[in-house]
């Protein structure tokens, strides 16, 4: 009887250490791609406000929402204000952005900016000693301390605040992307509903500036399922065991 027991406790430790090490190995993400719909309103002092209804995406929750600017070099301005100038991204529970208790904050930012086009005006380059609002504009775009740094103070993505320029001596309030830029989102998971929306803004709403939105989802790895069917189908043997041994 001791052998039998101890037989089952090792076939049960044997299907947690192959669940284990499945699950070590990352889930695949569910990705879907949309473009932002013009909601025809603008927020802030000239920013226009574009919206994502995620309930349509055929996803059940989202993990993370990436930004990504489209890489045509058409409109807008150069140097540091190459590409998708972003006023503000707020993912909103009921599709209001006049409730704000239904809001959600990302748990991170993940910022890697695109290339940005030649200018020779010094009121479009990097300047370590800017003067405007925004303090000094180290760059290479506006908003980010480097390539890969936002610089939250100047950028304050949670609210459309941005004050539309194509100078660094007056501008405040956006990040903008440079060609080929992306912003990556990270939420705790949250369930999508009917009216879950994402609102974002662009600075001027400057004809040729488009973004691409990301929203994914990590599914549950499926050796959590292994390992639940796994102990139930072991359960039920060792019952049967016990009972014909009776």
Known sequence: MMKKSFKGIFAIAAVAGVA?????APARALE???????????????????????SGLGLSF??????IDDNVIAGGADGVF???DLDGLILDGDG??????????????AFQAGTTRPTANTNQL???????PAGPVPGPVFGASD????????ATLDTFDAISSDSIFSANGFLTFGDGGTLVVN???????????????EVGGQAGEEILVRVSQVPLPGAVWLFLSGLMALIGFSRRRKIAST
């Open 32 to 54: 879907v791609d949309i473009a932002p719909t013009d909601t025809g309103e603008t927020v802030g002092t000239n920013s226009k406000l574009f919206s994502v209804n995620l």
């Open 126 to 132: 990097p300047n370590d000693l800017a003067a405007g």
């Open 62 to 67: 989202v993990s993370s929402i990436t930004l």
């Open 20 to 24: 284990f090490v499945m699950s070590m």
């Open 147 to 154: 390539a890969t740094t936002i610089n939250d103070a100047v």
């Open 96 to 109: 209001d952005l006049t409730t704000t208790g239904d809001q959600f904050t990302p748990l991170s930012l």
């Open 187 to 201: 939420f705790a998971d949250i369930a999508i509903t009917p009216n879950l929306t994402l609102f974002i803004a």
């Open 82 to 84: 190459s590409g998708f």
